[in-house]
Structures are given as C-alpha cells and as structure tokens.
C-alpha cells in the first residue's frame, strides 16, 4: 500500500532513526506474490532473462539444476535520490552446500547475463550478495556482502570477493522454514542492510547485516536481482521486491504540494484497482486453488503434521528472541541512566565548605543499602544464569543422545516419523526450551525491577553476551539434532 508522504512508518528497527524519514511505496519498481505475474507470464514494470520464470508466487531465477543463470531487472531508472527495498527470497537446496547465490543490484544500468551471481561484470553501482558456495575455502559462506563498482573492477569470484567487499556479515540463508528477508536502504549516503533469518514469520526479527557511511552511488539507477547456479545448485526463489523511496520530510512536504505528485497516487490507485479485478477473476476461475491460498496464509499450515513439535520449537525460539530484545533494550536504558547518573556524581565533586570540613556531594549519592540491594540482584542474575549454563549442557546431552540413537535406529525406523524414545526426547527439548524461557522471562523482570541507580554495581555486559551464547547453544543443538535426522532419512533415497 502507499504510505502517504506525510506518514513517516515508526519502524525503529532502522538504521535511520525512525520519524525523520517519510516512505513513499513505488509501486513501478516493485513487485510480489501473489499473483505477481500476469497470465501471460509478464511481470508488470520488469522484465526478466536468462532462465528466470515468473509465476503468481514467485519469481524463480533460477531452478536447481547445474549452470544456470537468470535474471530481473526494473524497466524503468530511478527518479528519487533514497531508497529502502524489502527483499523476500528462498534459497532451497536438497544438499548441505548449495551455489552459487544471488544477488541484489542498484547500477546505471541493466545487467546482461555475465559471471557474477549471473550478472555482468564491472558495474556502475551496488551490488549485494548472498554467496552461498565457499570459492575461497575460508569456511565462511553462505555470506552476505555489498561491493559498490564504479565500472572498472573485476568481481573476485575465487576469493568471494572478500577484498573488495564494502562490508559483509556471516549469515545462513539457505533452506529456511519460512523465506528470508533483507531491507536494504540507501539513505543520505549511508548503506543499512537489516537480515531476516526466515526461522519465523514475525516483522520484528531483523539484525543487523551492516551499516556503511559515505557511500556514493549513481543517481539514477535499475533495480535488478540476479542468480546462477554451478556444478552444485539451488532454487533461487524471489518472492517480494518492495522499493519505496525516502525523503525527509521538508522535501516529503514540497512532493505533497506538487501536482504531478497527485496524478503518481492518482495512477497507483487505478492501477492497484485493475490489479484487484484481475485477482477477483482469478480467484472465480480457481476456487480450488484461492481456497488454499487462503489456507496458505496461516502459520498453522506451513508446517506438517509431524512438524508441529518443530513448530513449536521455532514458536519457543521465536518468543526467547523477543524476550532478549527485550532484555537489550532495557540494558541500554540502564546504561544511559548509569552514564547520567555518573556525570551528576562528577558534577556534584566534594567542596571544602567553609563550615567543617564534610565533604558534600551531589544530590544523587549512592547509599550503602542500595549497592548492597544491587549486588544482590547481580549475585542472583549470576546464579541465575548458572541454572541456564545447566539446562542447556542438559539439552546437548540430549540432543547427543539423540544423534546417536537416530543413525542407530535409523534401519528399523522406515522414513522419518520418529521412534516413540525421539518424540519423548523431543518433548523433552521442548520442556527446556520451556523452561529457559520462563528463565529469561525472570530474569528481565528482576533487570526490570532491579534498584539500579548507579555506577558500577549493575549487571555486567558479561552476563548479557552469556545469555545470547545460550541462545545460540540452543539453536546450534538444535541444528545438530536436525541435521543428523536428515542424515539418517538421506539412507532410505
Ligand atoms: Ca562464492
Ligand atoms: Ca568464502
């Protein structure tokens, strides 16, 4: 939908802050399921090569069989200064490693089929890239890059173009439960790129990919996504290419009071109403097929049946994540009280008085009873996070178990399904992930209620990277656990 210019979006998770920015849908270099391609099989204001096939739900650049090369490219160059674009993909492969990867561009031109990601070389422009295979062996894909080209480099493919990188992040995008995500905006020269891990569906689970300042980039551009594929392969699914463009919002003022300004809204709307007809016809020719996309929708039917315990696995994960963010947001609250806190107390320096010699000090002084109540609030979060520290070796020894009796049991157990001791240690997993949630939930309340007032006696960092390790403990179990299931339901093929 078009967010009006006068709207700034309150989305925080930005790299720039929220409510100085107004958003404006451009809907002519965008698009997304479903029904993203016509019947004809065009894509409305993009036109796409190579062996890229459009369908309603995506945009496939490439299928997953060897040397394949597509592409996608918007037809019509850039008439705004910033921009942030919303990228929606999926990259599935039946193999542990996958290739070659796909990549986002923003360049003066449109590519042609080429080398990189299937893309041409030496382009005037940004390039971002999610490289899947591992060219240079250092153990590092899949990996997410930007490289900005003025026209005359090179892409190094056999070193990942890690030299010429404008700054990257190590993240896993391969087949994922739902599609993963990546917001890229360009704003006043500075290149955000937020990642979504596609481990849920919830809005609010981008990280931070990277943040580069003083980038300089065309003018005018096209927006385009490229993929290839090599001696091993993936589908390169595309699902949504959203572009709005971005203004403050003196200049999101001056666009309001122009005319042509008024006829851009004017043709979206006529346009969002034909694309409407279009969809009412479709769904009266396919009831069938409407119905399930209906069905689609819901979260309860991405998964199967004997998927649910997973579900509720990334369901737990999902709730800890927020529970974390949480936990961080009211770490930088304390920390901006303590910094304050600080300055008052070096403010408010002993002064010899001329009266006796008593030292006054500022009027936020830290009483003794009060460091006492502070640090026993951080004997308690330690203790607490001991408890953690137990839980989760407890998971990883089930999880162990787990592999283990999963090859063993692996020729008695036809395809999948699961022995009656894996679902009982799966339910088990369940419960400690349970349990550790409820854990994290305690102990944000006790950072919460915690008499914290001043410097020094607050819950250290530490504390906090050991929570996120947990977190990553768990996942990595969880993983391990997964992967060696699907070792074991590999024997049957
Ligand atoms: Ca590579
Ligand atoms: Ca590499």
């Known amino acids: 939908m078009v967010t009006n210019a006068q709207n700034p979006t309150p989305n925080s998770s930005q790299g720039v802050a929220a409510g100085t920015i107004a958003r404006r849908f451009e809907y002519k270099y965008s698009f997304k399921s479903p029904y993203l391609a016509q019947k004809d099989g065009t894509v409305p204001f993009f036109e796409y090569s190579g062996n890229a096939i459009a369908s309603e739900e995506s945009v496939r650049i490439t299928p997953s069989l060897r040397s394949q090369k597509g592409m996608i490219w918007s037809r ?37 089929e080429g080398p990189v990601f299937g893309s041409s070389d030496k382009w005037n422009g940004l390039g971002v890239f999610f490289d899947s295979f591992d060219n240079d062996n250092k153990h590092n894909n899949p990996y997410i890059m930007s490289m900005v080209n003025d026209g005359t480099k090179a892409y190094d493919h056999q070193k990942d173009g890690s030299t010429q990188q404008l700054a990257g992040c190590l993240r896993d995008f391969r087949n994922k439960p739902f599609p993963v995500r990546a917001k890229i905006e360009f704003f006043k020269n500075t290149l955000t790129v937020m990642f979504h891990n596609g481990m849920s569906n919830n809005e609010k689970e981008f990280e931070m990919c990277m943040r580069v300042e003083n980038v300089v980039l065309p003018k005018n551009g096209y927006f385009g996504i490229s993929a290839a594929t090599g001696g091993l392969a993936d589908d390169h699914d595309v699902l949504k290419l959203s572009v709005s463009s971005l203004r403050t919002l003196e200049d999101a003022k001056k666009l309001d009071d122009d005319p042509d300004s008024k006829k851009v809204l004017h ?17 009266k020719d396919n009831p069938e097929e409407a119905a399930k996309k209906v069905a689609e929708d819901d979260w309860d039917n991405w998964f199967s049946e004997q998927d649910k315990e997973l579900q509720q696995i990334y369901q ?13 947001r009211k770490m930088d609250e304390i920390i901006t009280r303590q910094e304050r806190t600080l300055q008052l107390v070096s403010q408010g320096k002993p002064q010899q008085g001329g009266g006796g010699g008593q030292p006054q000090i500022g009027v936020d002084t830290i009483r003794r009873d009060e460091v006492n109540a502070v640090l026993a609030n951080q004997k308690e979060i330690v203790s607490a996070s001991r408890d953690i520290k137990n839980l989760v070796s407890d998971i990883h020894g089930k999880t162990g178990q787990l592999l283990s009796r999963g090859t063993g049991s692996a020729q008695q157990v036809a395809g999948g399904g699961g022995s009656y001791q894996d679902q009982q240690a799966l339910r088990d997993i369940r419960d400690s992930v349970n349990n550790l949630k409820k854990e994290f939930s305690q102990t944000a309340q006790k950072i919460a209620s915690s008499p914290c007032p001043n410097s020094g006696g607050c819950v250290s960092t530490t504390v906090l990277v050991a929570l996120l390790g947990v977190q990553l403990f768990i996942l990595i179990s969880f993983m391990m656990y997964r992967d060696g299931k699907e070792k074991a339901a590999k024997k049957y093929y």
């Open 316 to 328: 737990g994960q999902s709730a800890m994540r927020e529970v974390m963010t949480d936990l961080h």
């Open 76 to 112: 019509l160059v850039t008439s705004f200064d910033w921009w942030e674009v919303e990228l929606q993909f999926r990259v599935t492969g039946r193999g542990r490693i996958g290739a070659d990867g796909l990549a986002f561009w923003y360049t003066s031109t449109k590519g042609f």
């Open 267 to 283: 043709d979206f709307e006529e346009y969002e109403k034909k694309l409407k007809e279009q969809k009412d016809q479709w769904r």
